[in-house]
């Protein structure tokens, strides 16, 4: 297992942009497939990005494509979530999550953190 802690939320304008950590320790973090999961008030949890272990492939949902990036930094076992162009509709708590297969599932991820909770204005 690896813990997981996500920072870098809060309340932003229609717009504006964020970025999101995801700072990981125990197992060897750099190795592990990780991923970004959104949920609303009353809907349904929404995978948002997901990047493999040597960055090779990654994924955007399309709600997000050419808005969100996702990276990750090796040396500081941590993983980002930069957000531009924020959206009302992108209001969420946001979850950081890792594990050992790729994909838009997020039954393929073992580790989650506590969430941070993004909140944009119209």
């Known amino acids: 297992q690896v813990q997981l802690v996500e920072s870098g939320g809060g309340l932003v304008q229609a717009g504006g942009s964020l970025r999101l950590s995801c700072a990981a320790s125990g197992r060897t973090f750099n190795e592990l497939v990780a991923g970004w999961v959104r949920q609303a008030p009353g809907k349904d949890r929404e995978f948002v990005a997901a990047?493999?272990?040597?960055?090779?492939?990654?994924f955007s949902a399309d709600s997000v494509k050419g808005r969100f990036t996702i990276s990750r930094d090796y040396a500081k076992n941590t993983v980002y979530l930069q957000m531009n162009r924020l959206k009302p509709e992108d209001t969420a708590d946001y979850y950081c999550?890792?594990?050992?297969?790729?994909?838009?599932?997020?039954?393929?991820?073992?580790?989650w953190g506590l969430g941070t909770q993004v909140t944009v204005s119209p």
């Open positions: 999550a890792a594990g050992d297969i790729y994909g838009a599932d997020a039954g393929f991820y073992g580790s």
């Open positions: 990047i493999t272990g040597d960055a090779g492939s990654k």
